[in-house]
Every structure is written in structure tokens, then in C-alpha cells.
């Protein structure tokens, strides 16, 4: 475990029986504000006063934030990670290909120890433009993957996987499956009610690692793998202590993409 998350482990440990968001000074406030108080008020002043990786990460954030050419540069790095294009897709790939070979080479995320008779199965929730796919399957040939992505028609980054890799791709909107997140039965004036899509995965199909979402299709053992940001806010704290509590949790924050930004990833393996 990191001195980041054994921190973060003693925040809850030490001051969850007496403190949460809803018994923070204030309490007449609304939800989301008590949550920020209670970050502001309690993890932050602990993970400032315990872990070194913390205090220079926010010295260093905050003299980005005093520089007013950062918001031109957030701006512009949004502006491409919303636009599609052949080069930026070209640039994503090559750019979370390496963030994968550097997450290997720190979590060994990709080395599938399969329990079970069978190939090695990879369930990614968020797959284009595939980089971190392409890195997988290289580091277990034969691999079974499924892959959902959204289409490049409503937003989505084209794939660059190469074509030979054994991939079964789904393009959709992952935010319309609805059923394979537990949800079966969606009301009838449900703004979005017609846009839901049927399950897609069956309800005993397990993977043996999965990227980004799907805990209920993870074999026991399994490696998970997802982005979180701000790692001091409640929702991610307390995110990372529940993992904690029965995986063995990694975090990092990638030199290249990521250097700049408020995210990191989660290396859940064992659980």
C-alpha cells in the first residue's frame, strides 16, 4: 500500500467515527457542499500533515493555479479530448499505450495469472482509441476481450487497435446500459427511457482483469484498473479506502498525461 493510501486509511480510521460529511460544521448546508467541507476540514489538513508525496503535490498545484496561462492550457487540453480527429486519436493511442507500459512496469497490471482453464479474458468499459488494449493483449496473446467504446458519431475516439488483434468491440453509449448495471426495470417517463439499451454481458461472464468499470464481472483475484481525480476529494477518498478493504490497492500518477491534471489510477489486484 502507498504512503498516499496509508494516509488516506488512517483519515477514515481516525476520524470517521466522529466526522463525515453530514456532522461537519454546517450541516444546514446542501450535500455536495458538506462533502466539500469535509475534505477541506479534515483529509486535506491530515494528508498535508502526513504524506510528503501530498504536500509537494499540492505546492505544485497551487503555483499552477496562481499562473492565469494554466486556464489557457486546461482549456485547449479539454478542446482536443473532446474533438475526434485522425491526429488526436494518433496521439491519445501513442499516449495511453505508454501510460499502460508504465502502469506494467509499476503494477505489473497486465501479468493475468489465470486460475481457470481457458485464455485470459479482458473486459474494458471505455476501450477507444484502444491504447491501453493494444498493451494488454501484447502482454497476453491469446487473450478472449470485450470491449465497449463510445461511437465516433455521438463524440467518440476512433479505434486504433490494429486489426489482427482478437477484439470483440461494442460501440454505445455505456451510460444507456442500464440493465447490466443492475438496473432491469427503467419508468416509463424516464427522460431516456427509450435510449436504454439490453444487457450485454452475461451475468456469470468474468473477466480476469477489467479497465474502468464492471466489479460484478471480475473473477475472484482479478485486477481492476481504474482513472480517479483529486484523490483528496470525499468521493474518491472514500472510493480508494473501500477497495482497500479487500484488494491490495495501487495508485499512480503517470509521468506523461497525467502530470498536469488532477488524476491518477487505481491498481486494484486481488480482489
Same mark, same amino acid.
Given at each position: 500500500?502507498?504512503?498516499?493510501?496509508?494516509?488516506?486509511e488512517?483519515?477514515?480510521?481516525h476520524?470517521m467515527?466522529?466526522e *463525515?460529511p453530514?456532522t461537519?460544521?454546517g450541516?444546514?448546508s446542501?450535500?455536495?457542499?458538506?462533502v466539500g467541507d469535509?475534505a477541506? $476540514?479534515?483529509?486535506? /489538513?491530515?494528508?498535508?500533515?502526513?504524506?510528503?508525496?501530498?504536500?509537494? %503535490? *499540492?505546492?505544485?498545484?497551487?503555483?499552477g493555479?496562481?499562473? /492565469?496561462?494554466?486556464?489557457?492550457?486546461l482549456?485547449?487540453?479539454?478542446r482536443n479530448?473532446?474533438?475526434s480527429s485522425? $491526429?488526436?486519436?494518433?496521439?491519445f493511442? *501513442?499516449?495511453?499505450?505508454?501510460?499502460?507500459?508504465?502502469?506494467?512496469?509499476?503494477?505489473n497490471?497486465?501479468?493475468?495469472?489465470?486460475?481457470?482453464?481457458?485464455p485470459?479474458?479482458?473486459?474494458d468499459?471505455?476501450m477507444?482509441?484502444?491504447?491501453?488494449w493494444?498493451?494488454?493483449?501484447k502482454?497476453?496473446p491469446g487473450?478472449?476481450?470485450?470491449a465497449?467504446?463510445?461511437?465516433?458519431?455521438?463524440g467518440? %475516439?476512433?479505434s486504433?487497435?490494429? $486489426?489482427?488483434?482478437?477484439?470483440?468491440? #461494442?460501440?454505445l453509449?455505456?451510460?444507456?446500459? =442500464?440493465?447490466d448495471?443492475? =438496473?432491469?426495470?427503467? /419508468? #416509463?417517463?424516464h /427522460?431516456d427511457a427509450?435510449?436504454?439499451?439490453?444487457q450485454q454481458?452475461?451475468?456469470?461472464?468474468?473477466?480476469?482483469?477489467?479497465?474502468?468499470?464492471g466489479?460484478?464481472?471480475?473473477?475472484?483475484?482479478?485486477?481492476?484498473?481504474k482513472?480517479?481525480?483529486?484523490?483528496?476529494?470525499?468521493?474518491?477518498a472514500?472510493?480508494v479506502w473501500?477497495?482497500?478493504k479487500?484488494s491490495s490497492?495501487?495508485?499512480l500518477k503517470?509521468?506523461?498525461?497525467?502530470? #498536469?491534471?488532477?488524476s491518477?489510477?487505481?491498481?486494484?489486484s486481488?480482489?
Open positions: 500500500m502507498s504512503p498516499m493510501v496509508e494516509a488516506m488512517s483519515v477514515f480510521l476520524n467515527p466522529n *463525515s453530514q461537519v460544521e450541516a444546514t446542501p450535500p455536495s457542499e458538506r469535509f477541506r $476540514k479534515v483529509i486535506v /489538513p491530515y494528508l498535508m500533515e502526513q504524506s510528503d508525496e501530498f504536500r509537494e %503535490h *499540492s505546492l505544485l498545484r497551487q503555483r493555479w496562481n499562473n /492565469p496561462k494554466g486556464d489557457d492550457y482549456r485547449a487540453q479539454r479530448a473532446d474533438q485522425v $491526429k488526436n486519436d494518433f496521439y493511442h *501513442s499516449l495511453v499505450k505508454d501510460i499502460g507500459e508504465e502502469l506494467h512496469q509499476f503494477g497490471i497486465f501479468a493475468i495469472n489465470r486460475t481457470q482453464e481457458g485470459p479474458k479482458i473486459l468499459m471505455c477507444a482509441p484502444g491504447g491501453f493494444e498493451t494488454a493483449l502482454k497476453n487473450s478472449q476481450a470485450v465497449f467504446s463510445l461511437p465516433v458519431t455521438c467518440g %475516439h476512433k486504433q487497435l490494429p $486489426k489482427d488483434m482478437n477484439v470483440d468491440q #461494442k460501440f453509449d455505456v451510460t444507456m446500459l =442500464a440493465s448495471m443492475g =438496473a432491469h426495470e427503467i /419508468p #416509463k417517463d /427522460p427509450i435510449n436504454f439499451l439490453p454481458l452475461r451475468q456469470n461472464q468474468l473477466f480476469d482483469l477489467v479497465i474502468s468499470l466489479l460484478e464481472h471480475l473473477n475472484p483475484r482479478g485486477t481492476m484498473v482513472l480517479l481525480h483529486q484523490l483528496e476529494a470525499w468521493d474518491t472514500k472510493l473501500t477497495f482497500a479487500f490497492i495501487k495508485l503517470p509521468k506523461r498525461g497525467q502530470a #498536469k491534471r488532477s491518477f489510477y487505481m491498481i486494484a486481488k480482489v
